[in-house]
T-cell receptor, first 111, second 114 residues
């Protein structure tokens, strides 16, 4: 079945360091979405990538969609304590209209 | 616009009981999806409703069911609760469905089964 894996599962960084999480799908995705969930909170939509090789930036966050549309990455430059949370990638299930979520990367930022 | 509203936020049930959770989507959104989140299994899709019809269903037993009303509000029901059903149940709404559309999550309903 369709699988979406993320690595690493956990990441601890010193405030100011960079952080990257990688998302890999077993099947080609029509689009990929990224969500952030703060501790005790609910997932919040960050961005959607649709085109092969697409790169989008939101301030210190850079999102990439792979050429084959099977992988994606999220890079945070100079992390801040407000970046703490779990980052999920998600893609539509093949032929369906709902999302298959990745396993998530939990980011801890040490002040 | 008001966000996605889920009730109740927290509840405790005993094994064997049943529970009903409610979700009011963002005004104008016709698609409502339900997800179960647990530490071990992550975010898992339960089902999606669009215009009162179940369009997609995840890999959960028949004890999990749902419905959607004409005003797009949705409910999910879990019968014969088991300890493993303890989880955060999240509702998400979107205009036309998750594929290609932004989905907005509610704050979730924390269910504890004892």
């Amino acid at each position: 079945g369709q699988q979406v894996m993320q690595i690493p599962q956990y990441q601890h960084v010193q405030e100011g360091e960079d952080f990257t999480t990688y998302c890999n799908s077993s099947t080609t995705l029509s689009n990929i979405q990224w969500y952030k969930q703060r501790p005790g909170g609910h997932p919040v939509f960050l961005i959607q990538l649709v085109k092969s090789g697409e790169v989008k930036k939101q301030k210190r966050l850079t999102f990439q969609f792979g050429e084959a549309k099977k992988n994606s990455s999220l890079h945070i430059t100079a992390t801040q304590t407000t970046d703490v949370g779990t980052y999920f990638c998600a893609g539509p299930l093949t032929g369906a209209n709902n999302l298959f979520f990745g396993t998530g990367t939990r980011l801890t930022v040490i002040p | 616009k008001a966000g996605v509203t889920q009730t109740p936020r927290y509840l405790i049930k005993t094994r064997g009981q049943q529970v009903t959770l409610s979700c009011s989507p963002i005004s104008g959104h016709r698609s409502v999806s339900w997800y179960q989140q647990t530490p071990g299994q992550g975010l898992q899709f339960l089902f999606e409703y669009f215009s009162e019809t179940q369009r997609n269903k995840g890999n959960f037993p028949g004890r999990f069911s749902g419905r959607q009303f004409s005003n797009s509000r949705s409910e999910m029901n879990v019968s014969t609760l088991e300890l493993g059903d303890s989880a955060l149940y999240l509702c998400a709404s979107s205009e036309g469905g998750a594929s290609g559309n932004t989905i907005y999550f509610g704050e979730g309903s924390w269910l504890t089964v004892v």
